[in-house]
T-cell receptor
Framework: AQKITQTQPGMFVQEKEAVTLDCTYD???????LFWYKQPSSGEMIFLIY??????QNATEGRYSLNFQKARKSANLVISASQLGDSAMYFC????????FGQGTELSVKP | EPEVTQTPSHQVTQMGQEVILRCVPI?????FYWYRQILGQKVEFLVS????????KSEIFDDQFSVERPDGSNFTLKIRSTKLEDSAMYFC????????????FGPGTRLTVL
């Protein structure tokens, strides 16, 4: 069975600093996708970044990068230069069909 | 930029009543999904739909739930007889392809069952 684990229920970061949100996964599939979504307090789910299991390079999207370590089954999200608007819940998810979500990490950016 | 839309944004209903949640997926997407998120919990998969058929469903998606694509644009989730524990945020999502393609989510419908 597929499983996603996010061990950090809450994180604080100072504005303009970088922060890493942890995500580990478990699957027996050879081909899968890893995703990060942001959920602000308004409730919507915003797609941030995607990493395919066969991608050799770590994915990057603007200030977001995904630190993919396949042997360790980890897919950590790195947010550089944090902004106050980054305060939100962040969900790691895995796909081999449907999306399986982790429990989420609540990020608070302090001014 | 095209986006998934959902109506209504908030639905309040009495226990035992039927509700229909509506979604308009992104127009060139072929795969459609419903997820739910009980307050403070993680997002859970309910059902996936392709080519006018359910392709996968979770154990949550029991006989009181049904999905339909009544026309070329809408995708609906019906809950036949709502229970208190159905109170949650319901998200619709769509993707171009089935396996690894990104799923784009709508803004959600908050369902409150009294």
């Amino acid at each position: 069975a597929q499983k996603i684990t996010q061990t950090q229920p809450g994180m604080f970061v100072q504005e303009k600093e970088a922060v890493t949100l942890d995500c580990t996964y478990d699957t027996s599939d050879q081909s899968y996708g890893l995703f990060w979504y942001k959920q602000p307090s308004s409730g919507e789910m915003i797609f941030l970044i995607y990493q395919g299991s066969y991608d050799e390079q770590n994915a990057t999207e603007g200030r977001y990068s995904l630190n993919f370590q396949k042997a360790r089954k980890s897919a950590n999200l790195v947010i550089s230069a944090s902004q106050l608007g980054d305060s939100a819940m962040y969900f790691c998810a895995m796909r081999g069909g449907k999306l399986i979500f982790g429990q989420g990490t609540e990020l608070s950016v302090k001014p | 930029e095209p986006e998934v839309t959902q109506t209504p944004s908030h639905q309040v209903t009495q226990m035992g009543q039927e509700v229909i949640l509506r979604c308009v997926p992104i127009s060139n997407h072929l795969y459609f999904y419903w997820y739910r998120q009980i307050l403070g919990q993680k997002v859970e998969f309910l059902v996936s739909f392709y080519n006018n058929e359910i392709s996968e469903k979770s154990e949550i998606f029991d006989d009181q739930f049904s999905v339909e694509r009544p026309d070329g644009s809408n995708f609906t989730l019906k809950i036949r007889s709502t229970k208190l524990e159905d109170s949650a945020m319901y998200f619709c999502a769509s993707s171009v392809g089935p396996q690894l393609d990104t799923q784009y989510f709508g803004p959600g419908t908050r369902l409150t069952v009294l």
